[in-house]
């Protein structure tokens, strides 16, 4: 079979369409939310969520990004390939730099930073600096509580003094991560004034063009204090709030993904029979079964043992000319190719042969498939749910990035402190 053909019958069974416009819209609210003086920093490690960085980039650049943040140096690395000259944040630590390096372009330019996590990890970026003969751009990351990465706040002083007096390393910023900025707003206090108070200690080696940032997104919505300069965003500009409190605050987000598939087969099932692996199922009624041929290797959600049915069934959307009319039930186990769906109830509402397509993740907020509701039936966090979504199933990029372009907000910088 030619490939063409074959990736076309493909794109038509499964597909994830990214709306491009509301990737920018996203950027938008979130600067309504941090104000104009905050620098919103999208980060794309996982290669945008695995949505892709070379489709994606433009349409943050539109919305207003002022830096990315990526994980690992190849992460950067594909970013810069995208041609984007946005700064760029890698957040691992990096123990090894060389000439032959493809990033060293980026750190040769100041284009990209890293970040400092312990007293070693400076001396050993200060000595490949020196070896290279080029100035780094550093964030220096404190542990305040989340004990992953970073370092101790005892060590901290002694590192900032050291960074200021390098030649080598410029400090661009200071950071730290909260670790349940989705479900406990006194642990986020408890790290925020711990942040906070060695801030103050330190004021006078701090340059005040030095970037701060704390919060993610599950935090911006918390105020200014959590804001700093410069706030790190990864599920906002996907379109989703991580934090359920905070549901109201963020309500001008946009969902920007839509994953549909196929019903590839109907079956009549009598009452009793089991469906799917070790017969978990078995419908209480004579029943109309549909097959969907994805499964938890495509990354759609399997709970997890603990989670155990007493919450909302996982449902996909019944399409009807790309409209919903209804949602039906996903039943019987996940397998690694298929799962089976209820198209009992469906049955005098809308014609079974009018159905052919079903949407998995819908880009409505509220919608029972939506981000958040698969993420409450399953037990799986949204950030997982998106990041497993695998390559083999098609993305497509839709929308003008123009159209809603945001302009980026540009703080006042000195000297060797401009990014």
């Not at 014609?351 to 052919?356: A, K, L, N, Q, W």
Request: charged residues 20%.
């Amino acid at each position: 079979m030619d490939a063409s053909l074959y990736r076309a019958i493909m794109d038509e069974l499964s597909r994830i369409d990214i709306d491009l416009p509301a990737i920018g819209r996203n950027l938008g609210e979130i600067r309504r939310i941090v104000g104009d003086d905050c620098m919103i920093c999208p980060v794309v490690k996982s290669d945008a969520y695995g949505l892709g960085l070379h489709r994606v980039t433009g349409a943050l650049e539109a919305g207003g990004a002022g830096m990315f943040a990526v994980y690992a140096p190849r992460e950067a690395v594909d970013l810069m390939a995208t041609g984007t000259r946005v700064p760029i944040l890698v957040l691992m630590p990096v123990r090894r730099l060389s000439m032959v390096d493809p990033m060293y372009p980026g750190l040769r330019t100041g284009q990209v930073h890293l970040v400092i996590h312990d007293m070693a990890h400076f001396e050993l970026l200060e000595s490949y600096a020196s070896e290279l003969d080029i100035l780094v751009r550093v964030h220096l990351k404190l542990n305040t509580g989340m004990n992953r990465g970073g370092c101790d706040l005892d060590e901290g002083a002694s590192l900032l003094e050291r960074i200021m007096d390098s030649p080598r390393l410029h400090l661009a910023g200071i950071c730290t991560h909260f670790s349940s900025s989705c479900t406990c707003r006194e642990t986020t206090d408890r790290q925020l004034s711990r942040f906070e108070a060695f801030m103050e200690s330190n004021e006078e080696l701090i340059d005040t063009d030095c970037l701060v940032h704390c919060s993610s997104t599950a935090s911006i919505a918390f105020g200014p204090r959590y804001c700093r300069n410069m706030v790190r965003v990864g599920l906002g500009w996907v379109g989703a709030c991580p934090n359920a409190s905070m549901d109201d605050a963020m309500s001008g987000l946009s969902p920007s993904l839509r994953w549909t598939s196929s019903i590839v087969q109907t079956r009549t099932v009598s009452r009793g029979q089991a469906v799917g692996y070790d017969g978990d199922w078995q419908p209480d009624r004579d029943s109309l079964i549909g097959i969907v041929p994805v499964g938890y290797a495509d990354g759609y959600p399997v709970p997890p043992s603990s989670h155990n049915g007493s919450e909302a069934p996982q449902v996909v959307g019944l399409l009807q000319n790309d409209v919903v009319v209804g949602h039906a039930p996903v039943v019987g186990k996940v397998s690694m190719d298929q799962l089976t769906i209820d198209l009992t109830d469906v049955q005098g509402r809308a014609s079974i042969g009018s159905i052919s397509r079903v949407e998995l993740l819908s880009n409505v907020p509220d919608a029972p498939n939506g981000l958040k509701g698969l993420s409450a039936a399953s037990g799986i966090k949204p950030h997982a749910i998106i990041s497993r979504l695998h390559p083999r199933i098609g993305r497509f990029a839709h929308g003008d990035v123009a159209q809603v372009a945001f302009p980026a907000v540009e703080r006042p910088r000195r000297g060797a402190n401009a990014i």
